[in-house]
C-alpha cells in the first residue's frame, strides 16, 4: 500500500519564521508534489519535483521554496511565514510519465500563520 | 495552461437518490481525467478515472462519462449513501505533462439520511 507521509499535522507559527513542512513516500516514485488546499479554490499546485533535485513551479509559487535531496523526500519551505499563508498543505507522489499516474496523496498538514 | 472548472460548489441528496458533478477543461490536448474523494479530515483518493479513448466508465455505484467535443466530464453516483457525503474533486491532465493534474474547485456532497 501506497504511503505517503506528512511529519507534522497542526502546525501553528508566528509570522515571519521560517516553516518546513517535510514529506516522505515509501513507493519510489519519481514525482512529488506540494499542493495547497483552501475552500473554493480546490488543490493548487505550488511546485513539483520530478526527480531529486529538480523543482518545478506550479500554479502558486510565491513565498514558497522547496527541496528535494533524496527520492523519498519532498520539503516545502516557508522563507518568512505569512497570514495569508494559513491553510491546508497536501504532498503527493506518482509515478514520472505522462498523464495518466494516479496521483497518491498524504494526510495534509493544517498550517496556521499568527 | 489548463484550467478546470467544477459545478455546483455544494450538493444535497436524499439518500438512495442520484447525485450529478459536472467538469469542464479547456485544453483540447488533455487526455486523463480522474475523480478523487476526500472524506473529512483524510486524505483525496482516486475514485475513478477516465481516459480520452472512452466515452463512459463505471464501477458499481458510480460513473464517470466524458464528452471531448464539449470538452466536459462527469460524475454520476447511483443509490447515494451516507458514506458518499465527502468533497469530490475532479481533475484533467494534458498529454504529457510533468505536473499531471490541474483539479476543480471541489463539490461537498452531502448525503441527507
Known amino acids: 500500500d501506497v504511503k505517503v507521509t506528512q511529519s507534522s499535522r497542526y502546525l501553528v507559527k508566528r509570522t515571519g519564521e521560517k516553516v518546513f513542512l517535510e514529506c516522505v513516500q515509501d513507493?519510489?516514485?519519481?514525482?512529488m508534489f506540494w499542493y495547497r488546499q483552501d475552500p473554493g479554490l480546490g488543490l493548487r499546485l505550488i511546485y513539483f519535483?520530478?526527480?531529486?533535485?529538480?523543482?518545478e513551479k506550479g500554479d502558486i509559487p510565491e513565498g514558497y521554496s522547496v527541496s528535494r535531496e533524496k527520492k523519498e523526500r519532498f520539503s516545502l519551505i516557508l522563507e518568512s511565514a505569512s497570514t495569508n499563508q494559513t491553510s491546508m498543505y497536501l504532498c503527493?507522489?506518482?509515478?514520472?510519465?505522462?498523464?495518466?499516474?494516479?496521483?497518491?496523496f498524504g494526510e495534509g498538514s493544517w498550517l496556521t500563520v499568527v | 495552461g489548463e484550467n478546470v472548472e467544477q459545478h455546483p460548489s455544494t450538493l444535497s441528496v436524499q439518500e438512495g437518490d442520484s447525485a450529478v458533478i459536472k467538469c469542464t477543461y479547456s485544453?483540447?490536448?488533455?487526455?486523463?481525467f480522474p475523480w478523487y474523494k476526500q472524506e473529512l479530515g483524510k486524505r483525496p483518493q482516486l475514485i475513478i478515472d477516465?481516459?480520452?479513448?472512452?466515452g463512459e466508465k463505471k464501477d458499481q455505484r458510480i460513473a464517470v462519462t466524458l464528452n471531448k467535443t464539449a470538452k466536459h466530464f462527469s460524475l454520476h453516483i447511483t443509490e447515494t449513501q451516507p458514506e458518499d457525503s465527502a468533497v469530490y474533486f475532479c481533475?484533467?491532465?494534458?498529454?504529457?505533462?510533468?505536473?499531471?493534474?490541474?483539479f476543480g474547485s471541489g463539490t461537498q456532497l452531502t448525503v441527507l439520511p
Open positions: 503527493a507522489s506518482s509515478l514520472v510519465g505522462t498523464a495518466g499516474n494516479t496521483i497518491y
Open positions: 513507493m519510489d516514485h519519481e514525482n
Open positions: 519535483s520530478y526527480d531529486v533535485k529538480m523543482k
Open positions: 485544453d483540447s490536448a488533455s487526455n486523463y
Open positions: 477516465i481516459r480520452s479513448n472512452v
Open positions: 481533475a484533467a491532465s494534458p498529454s504529457g505533462s510533468a505536473r499531471q493534474l490541474t
